[in-house]
């Protein structure tokens, strides 16, 4: 089960960070990631991270956003700074079991319910 928080409205240049609970899966080699969705867009790929700890970004969110997991690797979290407003989307939390991970596809078994984030200018 994935559970996300943290979303909301800020003005362009502000900060948001994105979490997301997961519970009820177990297994050594994990992938997690997160997506977001805009209205009359397809999904995309914004980061995602492995059990390793590597970390991949979509172009047009590097430099500005970071993933990152807890110790336990039971939260994986989203730090966004200096947001605009094309960042405006429904944000996923999505999980899957094994390596390679799919990231950016959003070929990933396990997705949590979203949460929004909006940007305005």
């Known amino acids: 089960q994935l559970l996300e928080s943290g979303g909301g409205s800020v003005q362009t240049g502000g900060s948001l960070r994105l979490s997301c609970v997961a519970s009820?899966?177990?297994?050594?080699?994990?992938?997690m990631a997160w997506f977001r969705q805009a209205p009359m867009k397809e999904r995309e790929g914004v980061a995602g991270?492995?059990?390793?700890?590597?970390?991949t970004y979509a172009a047009s969110v590097k430099g500005r956003f970071t993933i990152s997991q807890n110790n336990a690797k039971s939260i994986l979290s989203l730090q966004m700074n200096s947001l605009k407003p094309e960042d405006t989307a429904m944000y996923y939390c999505?999980?899957?079991?094994?390596?390679?991970?799919?990231?950016?596809?959003?070929?990933?078994?396990?997705w949590g319910q979203g949460t929004q984030v909006t940007v305005s200018s």
């Open positions: 999505a999980a899957d079991l094994g390596l390679p991970c799919a990231f950016p596809r959003d070929d990933y078994n396990y």
């Open positions: 991270i492995d059990s390793d700890g590597s970390t």
């Open positions: 009820g899966y177990t297994g050594s080699n994990y992938c």
